[in-house]
């Protein structure tokens, strides 16, 4: 049986935005490692520590669609389309220098698109359960931020950070709450992140 210790900031919100702002959406940068090595990273948009680790392959596209369907669905903000934003993303990257701090890249992508704001996420880890939904060997662990960012003055309108991986009932007694919600199971990591992910989302800004 399971429960979790987590780690998730709530985004703060700034005023102003009426919806009809441009967004360029770039696609979730992995900063893990598939190969399952472990170390200490920085958010390169905030500076936040997060423990890397193992990363699936797939993880940036499930939160890149599942985002993309979000923004869509409540119509908020003209989006530029992914397509769109992957390959600004690929040619303002690629004349980057290290001098050039990733916060100023994505400012950078933002104006080469024409655009009043620029979402961008980081992957740190996203370790699949090895096991079932009630005996595991190593339980799902996931840790993701992402970051909405004016490219007028770079400043941080919202953002969101999420970091966990999932514990039993008897090593964490202080998620009772969050171990029956989800029906004392062990779950995946896709799982755990999208469950994470619409809870970030319910103070994402707009009209």
Same mark, same amino acid.
């Given at each position: 049986?399971?429960?979790?210790?987590?780690s998730? %900031?709530?985004?703060? &919100?700034?005023?102003?935005?009426? +919806?009809?702002?441009?967004?360029?959406?770039?696609?979730? /940068?992995i900063?893990? /490692?598939?190969?399952?090595?472990?170390?200490?990273?920085?958010?390169?948009?905030? +500076? =936040?520590?997060?423990? &890397? +680790?193992?990363?699936?392959?797939?993880?940036?596209?499930?939160?890149?669609?599942?985002?993309?369907?979000?923004? @869509?669905?409540?119509?908020?903000?003209?989006?530029?389309?992914? *397509?769109?934003?992957?390959?600004?993303?690929? !040619?303002?990257?690629?004349?980057? =220098?290290?001098?050039?701090?990733? @916060?100023? !890249?994505?400012?950078?992508?933002?104006?080469?698109? /024409?655009?009043?704001?620029?979402?961008? +996420?980081?992957?740190?880890?996203f /370790?699949?359960?090895?096991? &079932?939904?009630?005996?595991? $060997?190593?339980?799902?662990?996931?840790?993701?931020?992402? *970051?909405?960012?004016?490219?007028?003055?770079?400043?941080?309108?919202?953002?969101? *950070?999420?970091? $966990?991986?999932?514990?039993?009932?008897?090593?964490?007694?202080?998620?009772?709450?969050?171990?029956? %919600?989800? %029906?004392?199971?062990?779950?995946?990591? !896709? !799982?755990?992140?999208?469950s994470?992910?619409?809870?970030?989302?319910? =103070?994402?800004?707009?009209?």
């Amino acid at each position: 049986m399971s429960a979790s210790t987590s780690s998730a %900031k709530l985004p703060e &919100t700034k005023p102003g935005l009426s +919806g009809t702002e441009k967004l360029l959406v770039l696609p979730f /940068k992995i900063l893990g /490692k598939q190969n399952g090595e472990t170390g200490i990273i920085r958010s390169p948009a905030c +500076g =936040t520590a997060f423990a &890397t +680790g193992q990363v699936s392959p797939a993880a940036g596209q499930l939160l890149t669609d599942h985002l993309l369907s979000f923004l @869509h669905d409540n119509r908020r903000f003209k989006i530029i389309s992914i *397509h769109q934003a992957i390959t600004v993303q690929s !040619e303002s990257f690629s004349t980057a =220098t290290h001098l050039i701090a990733e @916060h100023q !890249e994505l400012i950078s992508a933002g104006r080469a698109a /024409k655009t009043d704001l620029v979402l961008a +996420g980081y992957v740190f880890r996203f /370790k699949q359960r090895i096991g &079932t939904p009630y005996s595991v $060997e190593s339980p799902a662990s996931v840790a993701f931020g992402i *970051h909405l960012i004016s490219v007028a003055d770079g400043s941080s309108i919202w953002y969101g *950070h999420y970091d $966990e991986t999932q514990q039993s009932l008897s090593e964490n007694l202080f998620r009772l709450r969050l171990f029956f %919600k989800r %029906k004392l199971k062990w779950i995946t990591a !896709e !799982e755990m992140a999208i469950s994470a992910f619409d809870e970030l989302l319910e =103070t994402f800004p707009g009209p």
